[in-house]
């Protein structure tokens, strides 16, 4: 057995292969920390993708009443749950976190939503994520994701392939902006 650590190319090179698989690993082989699916949201766990969100958007120090005001926009519509546009992460059967896309091909496309789980936010599960919606985001014909960024979220979305092309306003807060993003899927 060999103790070579894999470089970055061979480890997103696996996290691509993986990610169209559905399983995607949050540690190397030898971690006690088991395979991450993915997979399409049921329309009942709605409720429960809700709540990661704004426990997740809490995770970058937001104020209670600013988590509040943030709930109409996180919060899942069942409807939404499609078996297409919203998939989990999820490790033995427990929610580590969503990506949800919206828009009409060619161009339309927006990432609506990609939130983890704060107790696993740095072990691959967004990356898996946001590479699953790219993926079916190209397969529905869409060629560019648009994403309204949270600040703290903006250094993920650069490091994937992102570029920033504007600011545009909360939907929250009068006065906030927030960066717009777009990432080329196909």
């Known amino acids: 057995m060999s103790n070579r650590q894999a470089g970055p190319h061979e480890c997103a090179a696996t996290l691509r292969r993986s990610a169209t698989l559905g399983i995607v690993k949050s540690r190397p082989e030898g971690s006690p920390f088991s395979a991450v699916s993915l997979r399409p949201a049921r329309p009942e766990e709605a409720p429960a993708i809700s709540a990661l969100a704004l426990r997740s958007k809490a995770h970058w120090g937001y104020s209670a009443d600013f988590i509040e005001a943030c709930r109409d926009d996180l919060t899942i519509d069942r409807d939404w749950c499609d078996g297409i546009r919203v998939q989990v992460a999820?490790?033995?059967?427990?929610?580590?976190?969503?990506?949800?896309?919206?828009?009409?091909?060619?161009?339309?496309g927006v990432l609506d939503g990609l939130f983890v789980d704060p107790s696993v936010i740095g072990q691959g599960v967004g990356s898996a994520l946001l590479r699953r919606a790219v993926d079916l985001a190209a397969s529905l014909g869409m060629?560019?994701?648009?994403?309204?960024?949270d600040p703290h979220a903006e250094a993920f979305y650069l490091a994937a392939g992102a570029v920033r092309i504007g600011e545009t306003p909360s939907t929250v807060f009068r006065g906030r902006s927030l960066p717009l993003l777009a990432l080329e899927v196909g």
């Open 143 to 149: 060629r560019v994701l648009s994403i309204e960024s």
């Open 90 to 108: 999820e490790r033995a059967g427990r929610l580590l976190g969503y990506s949800r896309i919206s828009g009409e091909p060619p161009r339309g």
